[in-house]
T-cell receptor, first 114, second 114 residues
Framework: AQTVTQSQPEMSVQEAETVTLSCTYDTSESDYYLFWYKQPPSRQMILVIRQEAYKQQNATENRFSVNFQKAAKSFSLKISDSQLGDAAMYFCAYRFQGAQKLVFGQGTRLTINP | NAGVTQTPKFQVLKTGQSMTLQCAQDMNHEYMSWYRQDPGMGLRLIHYSVGAGITDQGEVPNGYNVSRSTTEDFPLRLLSAAPSQTSVYFC?????????????FGPGTRLTVL
């Protein structure tokens, strides 16, 4: 069974600094997709960034980038120039090729200090 | 497009009561699913559907029923509510045949069972 682990229940960072959220996963599949979702206090789940496992190049979306290490089964999220609006719960999620089911990690609560 | 809508946003039930959480999407997505979110556990899949008339169990299906009579609607039924079902419930939808496609989430329903 696939599992996703986020070992940091809480993180905090000063505004304008960089923070990295960790995620590891366990799977025997070779083709899969990885996602980071943001959940602000409004509860709405927002897709931040996604990565296809067959791509070696790390995905980037503006201030958000990932460090995808397939052999190590690691998928960390880096947020550069942190802003107050980045404060939220962040969930790492996995989905294997051909399936729609998302497997989520436990989440990391990110606090931005002004 | 309204996207994925859920009603109600909040609900309080007594143990043993029944209710239906409503979910609708207007994006003509084949795939729809229900997740529950509990503190420290991320989101877990309850039931899912790959099209009208087709449903299947997810990771935590006990105590919940679903049906899919139309593409747009995917209600979740609690037949006899228990305190262990106190949670936040999310409905999600996506196109069926692409694992890379984003899953769109509804705003969630916070359910409390006394």
């Amino acid at each position: 069974a696939q599992t996703v682990t986020q070992s940091q229940p809480e993180m905090s960072v000063q505004e304008a600094e960089t923070v990295t959220l960790s995620c590891t996963y366990d799977t025997s599949e070779s083709d899969y997709y990885l996602f980071w979702y943001k959940q602000p206090p409004s509860r709405q789940m927002i897709l931040v960034i996604r990565q296809e496992a067959y791509k070696q190049q790390n995905a980037t979306e503006n201030r958000f980038s990932v460090n995808f290490q397939k052999a190590a089964k690691s998928f960390s999220l880096k947020i550069s120039d942190s802003q107050l609006g980045d404060a939220a719960m962040y969930f790492c999620a996995y989905r294997f090729q051909g399936a729609q089911k998302l497997v989520f990690g436990q989440g990391t609560r990110l606090t931005i200090n002004p | 497009n309204a996207g994925v809508t859920q009603t109600p946003k909040f609900q309080v039930l007594k143990t043993g009561q029944s209710m239906t959480l409503q979910c609708a999407q207007d994006m003509n997505h084949e795939y729809m699913s229900w997740y529950r979110q509990d503190p420290g556990m991320g989101l877990r899949l309850i039931h899912y559907s790959v099209g009208a008339g087709i449903t299947d169990q997810g990771e935590v299906p006990n105590g919940y029923n679903v049906s899919r009579s139309t593409t747009e609607d995917f209600p979740l039924r609690l037949l006899s509510a228990a305190p262990s079902q106190t949670s936040v419930y999310f409905c999600a939808s996506s196109q069926r045949w692409s694992s890379y496609n984003e899953q769109f989430f509804g705003p969630g329903t916070r359910l409390t069972v006394l």
